[in-house]
């Protein structure tokens, strides 16, 4: 199974894409997709990210996809700006038949790290040992790899549950 994690942003959204085997993990491809701040316009700068995220989507064909949710900060502006780049990376999964899972920031950190308010470098650096000779394109796609990590354990887990219910009935 083929699974990508997406992390949110307006001007950074990162991704991260695994491939899962049972209990392993490995590293398929990650990177950024970038819209230009200088632009101003924000419905180009959604459009970009949602034809960058399209192509990744279109290149790599994921079975599961998982969104990180956003946390709501003192500056109500940058909150729904970053919700509306939120929406693209709910609408391209959607765009291709995939239902998205969607995980707290500590809930991701607590699967990946064992604690759920880890620092950003504790989350790259377990990303990195549970992806071995990953190369990350930057701390938003370590997210997103991590976001992946996430919903792979996530789906491994309901996946054993449903085949103990039914070895129970």
Known sequence: ???????????????????????????????????????GDLALRLLTLHRQLTAVFRDHAPDAAAVEHTFVNKDAVATLKLGQARGIALLVPAEFGLAVGEYAPNAVKKTVVGVGHAAKVQVDHMVRLQLPGVVIAGADAADALAIAICHAHHLQSAGRLQAAMRAAG
């Open 1 to 39: 199974m083929r699974v990508i994690g997406i992390d949110p942003g307006l001007r950074n959204l990162g991704w991260g894409v695994i491939d899962v085997a049972g209990s392993r993990l490995s590293h398929v491809a990650n990177g950024i997709c970038h819209s230009d701040a200088g632009d």
